[in-house]
């Protein structure tokens, strides 16, 4: 499965049982109704607050009850690895379960492929706050993610964030991507281009003040980068507020 092609929509399953694998990791959120599910030797149930996480390559059956419906996401394992620490079925906290919901009124308009894949990252930085204390993450890359959070407005190299997780450039870059499916630069590109996002949807500032708080002194640079991202220009939003 490539990048390109993580999804997220609405589904219904059948009452009969069905059983098979994918390589690709899926998320299983309530809307309403039941969904039993079995994933290798767990057996649980997708009900109210509770989520399925089906880990790549995993065995899983599964059967519906009436009226079922769920928001599900299917998800590259190189986009989000540390899914397969998480166990198979997580309580979802008040903020997830409001962000379901929300996800479910979007999914019944027409969504472009670009905001889809935008809510879709959004779901995975939530899940990844709320399970942040079961996922083993090596403490010097959990440094080095967290100084991106905190300074992607501004220009990092690779080996000044070698230097603040005590690791060498080399050895970042291999334990970064193991750790978290990408290497340190397309990180802080993401992570960029997710703020970017809220920014031009919220409509407060210009593209160029937008371009700036995200840390792209040129104009030109944003608006290629931001297109290249997500498929659309930062322009549109401003097309679509008029």
Not at 71 to 85: K, R, T, Y
Request: proline share 4%.
């Amino acid at each position: 499965m490539q990048l390109s092609n993580l999804t997220l929509d609405l589904r219904s399953y059948s009452a009969e049982t069905d059983n098979h694998l994918h390589d690709y990791h899926q998320l299983v959120l309530p809307v309403s109704g039941q969904l039993d599910i079995s994933v290798g030797n767990q057996s649980g149930r997708v009900d109210s607050d509770q989520a399925a996480i089906i880990s790549a390559g995993k065995d899983h059956g599964f059967s519906g009850s009436e009226g079922n419906c769920f928001v599900v996401a299917d998800i590259p394992d190189q986009l989000a690895p540390e899914f397969e620490q998480l166990p198979a079925f997580i309580h979802l906290s008040p903020a997830l379960n409001q962000y379901v919901r929300f996800l479910h009124q979007q999914l019944q308009q027409y969504n472009s492929a670009s905001t889809q894949r935008q809510m879709l990252l959004l779901l995975i930085q939530l899940l990844q706050e709320q399970c942040g204390h079961q996922l083993r993450l090596d403490r010097r890359i959990a440094v080095a993610r967290n100084y991106l959070d905190q300074h992607f407005n501004t220009a990092i190299r690779q080996r000044q964030l070698a230097a603040v997780a005590s690791l060498s450039p080399r050895q970042l870059g291999e334990l970064f991507r193991k750790q978290l499916g990408m290497t340190p630069q397309q990180y802080l590109i993401e992570k960029r281009m997710q703020q970017a996002w809220q920014l031009l949807e919220q409509g407060h500032l210009s593209i160029q003040q937008v371009a700036d708080a995200v840390g792209y002194s040129s104009l030109a640079a944003f608006s290629d980068r931001f297109r290249r991202h997500f498929d659309i220009p930062p322009s549109y939003f401003r097309r679509v507020g008029k």
